[in-house]
């Protein structure tokens, strides 16, 4: 028997450590506490910026919601009881006006990594849904696709797709340069310069081993000589996706997954089979549209396949979504991500790592590393083993329940063959005995009817039957109790299995946040060399660690389905284990300064609105209205603060964008020259003269071939008795080479610092201390703008009073323009570094074809030394000083906007406060007044401010602001905004993601 303690019910698994408590910012918010006192004259939605961000986006989506639901219900006002009120149409267009301005959040999310990460199936369970395709096998993705919420109300379409074909020229020149290949290669078959026509070999398998998908009966290069060009490019199929534009729709997820999943996944036809293509080679981009919780916020999820992809129309969209990140998910398989080159790569060496560095997004906030299939962990011994120092003390007792309980299992075992065999037998006797027993019955109720027997055989019959009902009796008693041990022995079998169960799903898991800790450690410590490389800071990192999440995909779809016993055995007992809840709570968390802006800016344009209704409404007697004289003496003095203010906000502009220049100059142009120098002399020494030298010679020639870009394809050898070629397939990777991005690299590595320090640091330090003034100069025109109302009758101050808040709205207008006008440099900026790769590729060009058209005994000698005469030349610092030029143009263009851009913010934010005063002015005049005196105009708009106050009070009670009327001060008014329920949502962790 065991000597270690069972584990207990409660220890079935070992606990992870004990989750930080979550917020649901769906559920009723909690009692006001003294930090967050609010006014109960303001709307919630306005003074709620000391709470977590998370609270401060539900309360502003919550006032969204019933600001909507307003509107509806004055505008149906409006229609039904307005016709006599001419101003009421005014009012109509102004709902409409607001509600087109108002914002929708989209927070792109891009997934990185290698074909056969699992980013597909880590798609699949974030959105609960089975659209896309999954290959066990291969990688099951071959195009980019983008994944969004499907707003269309439409019950019989809660799924669609649109699919993009690529342009046809783009395929026609790919298919003909495939027969000028083969044509090449049948010429020199016999050639003795077998390493030329590998080149041309790989070319025309790496090109098949695509379009097969689309033609079941290519597979080798040979097959070409059945076809041509124009066949291929005829079949209908073919023909019918070229410059298309597709949409699907769907009702049922499984049939709209076979719908759409030959324009995905990335597999071959089956020879001789036209109806089973897989069209992806000639789709560009797949757009999938679905009722998913998940994305209902503005999530999109953009899964980009892995390099390497030969269509440029598909490269060119992937960089298109790449520059509009907002987040970016790499990922890598747990077996290899921390240790694994590629994996690293991403964090730090590859194309990707450089953009996500220029682009703003190698941050904390922005950064997510996905260590995806951790629950591949085939030998828990081996990796305790491997790792004895650390876990071989949490893992000892189980490791000793799992050897002692397999050892009593197997003796278990053993002993119940034995037991069952015994029975077995002892059955069989005892069916004898009951065969003898039935026999002599037999034969004794035959004698009893003949009556012919004599006594004495009937006594011995008599004496065997009762014999051998004893003998029944003590068998059929062995029996049972041979079943009873049975029983006993499967019984603590099952206990015994079951302790092994839990045993062994202890170890995994133990084993897997090991593993966890350990991708966590490296990856960190990756990213944290790339920021200090960007930075120039050599400084410990951030307060906030890089957020790394080990998940495993399929374990979290088996809890989900209520497959537990599978996720166990892989040493999963709850969702929170796999890592999708917290994987899914940390992209929410980056919708949430999108939406809380958003949701803000609308609901000030409410409150604006509803400020003009109420000043609407008001009594149209002239008893407290101004004269004209009146009025023209406090337009006067009105007009006077706002000169100030403009000439105040002006020069905020003029500063601001003075700054902005600057720092461009400064922090980017001035280094440009130095930079290109170095980067010219670095490209000589370390790529010209260097690694590319170390290249075999058919592989430098491939490359050239290629303008700078090629992928090796599988080795090959050549039968000199057939003069045929077969693949050897190799365990080893394909190598990617592209000397463009690396020439391109080497200058934007000296860029880095330069760049981070004047769009990533000083460009966000200016727009905080613009948001800083701007704060500062409307609440104190403000409050000058009131004081210009002194002496005026009470209701006029009252009137301007009731502005105020209103035009402290302003502030947001001129952040929100502000920081509209900062991203717009922002994007110049991202475009701008992406043409450095062009000019290179473009100066190069040359050298490319030169190279790659040479043959000869002195091919090699005659390639290299053409590289080194054009990384002197016209390839050196010349085409970086022309890439810096490029660089400045894309940047300057946006920066000579910066004048006209501040002067619109300023001209619109001031327009607003005449507009509001015009209209608190017209209200209180004694002209206006006269105007609208006629009795039948009086009427209908009292009656239409009756029908719309009950709208307005309802929809000043769910923004939380305290009623005019009479109170009961025995009872408590509700002072918190009214929320709904929802079951679904995610659970946020506001001390993880909230960020100001």
């Known amino acids: 028997m065991n000597e270690a303690r069972p584990k207990t019910e409660s220890e079935e698994l070992p606990q992870l450590p004990q989750p930080r408590t979550f917020y649901n910012p769906f559920a009723p918010p909690s009692p006001v506490s003294e930090s967050h006192q609010v006014d109960k004259n303001e709307p919630l939605w306005n003074q709620c910026d000391s709470r977590p961000r998370a609270q401060q986006v539900t309360i502003n989506e919550a006032a969204v919601k019933a600001s909507l639901r307003f509107f509806e219900q004055v505008d149906k006002a409006f229609i039904q009881h307005g016709d006599n009120v001419a101003s009421s149409l005014t009012l109509r267009k102004e709902i409409a006006t607001i509600k087109k301005g108002m914002r929708e959040c989209e927070v792109l999310i891009g997934l990185l990594g290698e074909t056969g990460t699992g980013k597909t199936t880590c798609i699949s369970s974030l959105i609960q849904s089975g659209v896309l395709p999954r290959n066990e096998e291969a990688a099951s993705t071959a195009v980019v696709v983008e994944i969004r919420y499907n707003h269309d109300e439409d019950p019989s379409r809660p799924f669609r797709a649109?699919?993009?074909?690529?342009?046809?020229?783009?395929?026609?020149?790919?298919?003909?340069?495939?027969?000028?290949?083969?044509?090449?290669?049948?010429?020199?078959?016999?050639?003795?310069?077998?390493?030329?026509?590998?080149?041309?070999?790989?070319?025309?398998?790496?090109?098949?081993?695509?379009?097969?998908?689309?033609?079941?009966?290519?597979?080798?290069?040979?097959?070409?000589?059945?076809?041509?060009?124009?066949?291929?490019?005829?079949?209908?199929?073919?023909?019918?996706?070229?410059?298309?534009?597709?949409?699907?729709?769907?009702?049922?997820?499984?049939?709209?997954?076979?719908?759409?999943?030959?324009?995905?996944?990335?597999?071959?036809?089956?020879?001789?089979?036209?109806?089973?293509?897989?069209?992806?080679?000639?789709?560009?981009?797949?757009?999938?549209?679905?009722?998913?919780?998940?994305?209902?916020?503005?999530?999109?999820?953009?899964?980009?396949?892995?390099?390497?992809?030969?269509?440029?129309?598909?490269?060119?969209?992937?960089?298109?979504?790449?520059?509009?990140?907002?987040?970016?998910?790499?990922?890598?398989?747990?077996?290899?991500?921390?240790?694994?080159?590629?994996?690293?790569?991403?964090?730090?060496?590859?194309?990707?790592?450089?953009?996500?560095?220029?682009?703003?997004?190698?941050?904390?906030?922005?950064?997510?590393?996905?260590?995806?299939?951790?629950?591949?962990?085939?030998?828990?011994?081996?990796?305790?083993?491997?790792?004895?120092?650390?876990?071989?003390?949490?893992?000892?007792?189980?490791?000793?329940i799992v050897d002692s309980n397999k050892r009593e299992i197997a003796e278990r075992k053993k002993a119940l063959r034995k037991r069952e065999a015994t029975k077995s037998k002892m059955e069989e006797n005892l069916q004898n005995m009951q065969n003898s027993y039935d026999s002599l019955a037999a034969k004794k109720a035959g004698a009893k009817k003949r009556k012919r027997e004599s006594s004495e055989e009937d006594k011995e019959r008599d004496k065997k039957q009762r014999d051998l009902k004893k003998k029944l009796s003590r068998q059929t008693d062995l029996i049972c109790k041979a079943g009873n041990e049975l029983y006993e022995i499967n019984t603590e079998m099952q206990r015994l299995e079951k302790e092994l169960f839990l045993s062994e799903g202890r170890l995994r898991r133990l084993c897997i946040q090991n593993r966890a800790q350990v991708h966590d450690s490296k990856i960190?410590?990756?990213?944290?060399?790339?920021?200090?490389?960007?930075?120039?800071?050599?400084?410990?990192?951030?307060?906030?660690?890089?957020?790394?999440?080990?998940?495993?995909?399929?374990?979290?779809?088996?809890?989900?389905?209520?497959?537990?016993?599978?996720?166990?055995?892989?040493?999963?007992?709850?969702?929170?284990?796999?890592?999708?809840?917290?994987?899914?709570?940390?992209?929410?968390?980056?919708?949430?300064?999108?939406?809380?802006?958003?949701?803000?800016?609308?609901?000030?344009?409410?409150?604006?609105?509803?400020?003009?209704?109420?000043?609407?409404?008001?009594?149209?007697?002239?008893?407290?209205?101004?004269?004209?004289?009146?009025?023209?003496?406090?337009?006067?003095?009105?007009?006077?603060?706002?000169?100030?203010?403009?000439?105040?906000?002006?020069?905020?502009?003029?500063?601001?964008?003075?700054?902005?220049?600057?720092?461009?100059?400064?922090?980017?142009?001035?280094?440009?020259?130095?930079?290109?120098?170095?980067?010219?002399?670095?490209?000589?020494?370390?790529?010209?003269?260097?690694?590319?030298?170390?290249?075999?010679?058919?592989?430098?020639?491939?490359?050239?071939?290629?303008?700078?870009?090629?992928?090796?394809?599988?080795?090959?050898?050549?039968?000199?008795?057939?003069?045929?070629?077969?693949?050897?397939?190799?365990?080893?990777?394909?190598?990617?080479?592209?000397?463009?991005?690396?020439?391109?690299?080497?200058?934007?590595?000296?860029?880095?610092?330069?760049?981070?320090?004047?769009?990533?640091?000083?460009?966000?330090?200016?727009?905080?201390?613009?948001?800083?003034?701007?704060?500062?100069?409307?609440?104190?025109?403000?409050?000058?703008l009131l004081v210009s109302a002194d002496g005026m009758p009470q209701n006029i101050q009252q009137a301007l009073e009731s502005l105020r808040e209103t035009l402290l709205g302003v502030r947001c207008i001129l952040k929100s323009a502000a920081a509209d006008i900062f991203h717009g440099i922002n994007n110049a900026a991202k475009n701008a570094h992406r043409m450095i790769k062009p000019e290179v590729k473009s100066s190069w060009e040359s050298a490319y074809e030169t190279c790659g058209a040479t043959r000869g005994k002195d091919m090699w000698a005659s390639n290299k030394e053409t590289h080194r005469n054009h990384a002197q030349g016209e390839g050196g610092a010349k085409m970086y000083h022309r890439a810096g030029k490029s660089l400045r143009e894309t940047l300057q263009k946006e920066l000579d906007s910066l004048e006209e851009k501040f002067k619109a913010s300023c001209d619109n934010a001031v327009a607003r406060i005449r507009q509001d005063l015009t209209i608190m002015l017209d209200g209180h005049s004694l002209s206006s007044a006269k105007v609208n005196s006629a009795e039948a105009l009086a009427l209908a708009k009292e009656k239409l401010k009756k029908i719309l106050e009950p709208h307005v009070e309802e929809l000043e009670k769910a923004w939380g602001i305290e009623p005019e009327a009479e109170k009961d001060e025995s009872e408590e008014v509700e002072s918190e905004i009214a929320f709904e329920d929802d079951p679904d949502i995610e659970m946020f962790d506001l001390a993880e993601y909230d960020v100001d």
């Not at 597979?219 to 209908?236: I, N, V, W």
């Not at 960190?524 to 960007?534: D, L, N, P, Q, W």
């Not at 290249?695 to 700078?708: D, E, P, Q, Y």
Request: glycine share 4%; hydrophobic share 35%.
């Open 524 to 784: 960190s410590a990756e990213f944290e060399k790339g920021r200090r490389m960007m930075t120039g800071n050599d400084e410990e990192g951030f307060e906030k660690p890089l957020k790394v999440f080990s998940i495993s995909a399929e374990s979290y779809t088996l809890i989900v389905n209520g497959e537990r016993e599978e996720a166990l055995k892989k040493g999963f007992s709850t969702t929170a284990d796999t890592g999708i809840p917290q994987l899914k709570d940390a992209i929410l968390s980056m919708t949430w300064p999108v939406r809380q802006q958003n949701a803000h800016l609308f609901n000030m344009e409410v409150n604006r609105f509803l400020t003009r209704m109420r000043m609407w409404s008001m009594d149209s007697s002239s008893e407290y209205k101004m004269s004209d004289e009146e009025r023209s003496g406090l337009e006067t003095r009105l007009n006077a603060q706002i000169h100030i203010l403009e000439q105040k906000v002006s020069q905020l502009h003029i500063d601001t964008k003075c700054k902005m220049l600057q720092s461009v100059q400064e922090g980017i142009y001035e280094h440009l020259p130095t930079i290109a120098m170095g980067a010219s002399k670095i490209a000589m020494k370390d790529l010209v003269r260097g690694a590319w030298t170390g290249l075999h010679f058919s592989t430098h020639r491939a490359i050239n071939k290629r303008h700078g870009v090629w992928t090796t394809a599988d080795k090959q050898n050549k039968n000199s008795k057939k003069g045929s070629w077969t693949t050897v397939r190799k365990a080893t990777k394909k190598i990617s080479y592209d000397w463009n991005e690396e020439l391109a690299g080497v200058y934007l590595d000296l860029l880095i610092k330069h760049w981070n320090n004047t769009f990533h640091t000083h460009y966000l330090e200016l727009l905080e201390c613009y948001d800083k003034q701007v704060d500062g100069l409307i609440p104190e025109f403000v409050d000058a």
């Open 162 to 400: 649109e699919i993009e074909g690529v342009k046809k020229a783009e395929f026609v020149r790919e298919v003909e340069a495939l027969f000028e290949d083969k044509q090449q290669w049948d010429m020199g078959a016999d050639d003795e310069d077998v390493e030329y026509h590998t080149e041309a070999w790989n070319r025309m398998t790496e090109i098949i081993a695509k379009i097969k998908a689309l033609y079941p009966s290519l597979e080798t290069p040979h097959d070409l000589s059945k076809t041509s060009a124009k066949e291929l490019l005829s079949k209908q199929h073919v023909v019918d996706m070229l410059d298309s534009n597709e949409t699907l729709w769907g009702k049922e997820e499984t049939a709209f997954a076979r719908d759409v999943r030959k324009y995905i996944e990335a597999n071959a036809a089956k020879e001789g089979s036209e109806k089973s293509v897989s069209l992806w080679p000639l789709v560009k981009v797949v757009r999938i549209y679905l009722k998913s919780e998940f994305l209902k916020y503005g999530i999109v999820l953009v899964d980009l396949p892995g390099l390497g992809d030969t269509s440029a129309a598909r490269v060119a969209v992937a960089e298109n979504y790449r520059k509009n990140l907002k987040g970016t998910l790499v990922c890598a398989a747990a077996p290899r991500a921390g240790e694994d080159h590629d994996a690293n790569e991403l964090l730090m060496t590859v194309e990707q790592s450089r953009k996500l560095k220029y682009d703003g997004i190698y941050t904390i906030e922005s950064l997510f590393f996905m260590i995806t299939q951790i629950d591949r962990l085939f030998n828990y011994r081996k990796y305790i083993e491997d790792h004895k120092e650390k876990l071989e003390d949490a893992s000892a007792a189980d490791l000793k």
